[in-house]
C-alpha cells in the first residue's frame, strides 16, 4: 500500500464550480498534514495545512479524520488560476527520520 | 529573504558525464532535502542532510548518486556518469523544524542528458 495515496484525475470541472479532492495515508502516526499545489513546471508551493478541527482559508477547505486516515481538499467558486496539480503531504516518522511525504497529486483543470 | 536557491536551473550533460546540482536553504533553515520529480510523475524522495550529516538516504539510488551538506555553502547532489534516465527534475526543499511546518521548495534544476 503506498504511503499517501491520492485520485490522479484529472478532474475537469467548469469554471464556478465546487471540486473536492480526497486522499489517504497508511502511517497511523503521522502528525502533520498538508495540502501543496504544483503548477506545471514549477516547484510545489504550500496550499494550506490541515489541522484535525479542520481549517478554511478562502475557498479553500481542508479537512483531516485521522480515525480513517483521510484528508480533504474543498476548493469552491473556482477559478481559471486553480487549475494545477494538487499534493496531499503527510509528516512521518520513517526509518527514524521524519519527512515530508507526496502523494501522486491530483491534476485540476478549470474550464471557462 | 532570499528563499531556496536552486542553481543551475538547467542542466544539459552527454551520458557518461558528471552532473552537480546546488541548493542553498533559507536562511535559518538547516534541514535540506532532496527529491526527484520525472515527467508526468510524482515527487520521490530521495535524501535528507543535516549539517554536515546525511540523516536519510533511502531513496537515493546506490549506485552514482551522493549528496552532501558540508559546514559551509550550498547542499550538492552529484550524478555521476549520467544515463538518459537520469532526466528529470531535481528539487531541493528546506525546513527550520524538521518538517512539522512544511517545507519551502527551491524552483528546480532541470537536468536533461543527451
Known amino acids: 500500500r503506498k504511503e499517501v495515496e491520492q485520485d490522479p484525475g484529472p478532474f475537469n470541472v467548469p469554471e464556478g464550480a465546487t471540486v473536492a479532492f480526497n486522499c489517504t495515508y497508511s502511517?497511523?502516526?503521522?502528525?502533520?498534514f498538508f495540502w501543496y499545489r504544483q503548477d506545471c513546471r514549477k516547484e510545489p508551493k504550500l496550499l494550506m495545512s490541515?489541522?484535525?478541527s479542520g481549517n478554511e482559508d478562502g475557498r479553500f477547505t481542508a479537512q483531516l479524520n485521522r480515525a480513517s486516515q483521510y484528508i480533504s481538499l474543498l476548493i469552491r467558486d473556482s477559478k481559471l488560476s486553480d487549475s494545477a496539480t494538487y499534493l496531499c503531504?503527510?509528516?512521518?516518522?520513517?526509518?527514524?527520520?521524519?519527512?515530508?511525504?507526496f502523494g501522486q497529486g491530483t491534476r485540476l483543470t478549470i474550464n471557462p | 529573504n532570499a528563499g531556496v536557491m536552486q542553481n543551475p536551473r538547467h542542466l544539459v550533460r552527454r551520458r557518461g558525464q558528471e552532473a552537480r546540482l546546488r541548493c542553498s536553504p533559507m536562511?535559518?533553515?538547516?534541514?535540506v532535502y532532496w527529491y526527484r520529480q520525472l515527467p508526468e510523475e510524482g515527487l520521490k524522495f530521495m535524501v535528507y542532510?543535516?549539517?554536515?550529516?546525511?540523516?536519510?538516504e533511502s531513496g537515493m539510488p546506490k549506485e552514482r548518486f551522493s549528496a552532501e551538506f558540508p559546514k559551509e555553502g550550498p547542499s550538492i547532489l552529484r550524478i555521476q556518469q549520467v544515463v538518459r534516465g537520469d532526466s528529470a527534475a531535481y528539487f531541493c526543499?528546506?525546513?527550520?523544524?524538521?518538517?512539522?511546518?512544511?517545507?519551502?521548495f527551491g524552483s528546480g534544476t532541470r537536468l536533461t542528458v543527451v
Open positions: 526543499a528546506s525546513s527550520q523544524t524538521g518538517g512539522a511546518d512544511g517545507y519551502t
Open positions: 502511517n497511523s502516526a503521522s502528525q502533520s
Open positions: 490541515v489541522y484535525s
Open positions: 503531504v503527510v509528516n512521518a516518522l520513517i526509518q527514524g527520520a521524519q519527512k515530508l511525504v
Open positions: 536562511k535559518g533553515h538547516s534541514h
Open positions: 542532510l543535516q549539517k554536515e550529516n546525511i540523516i536519510d
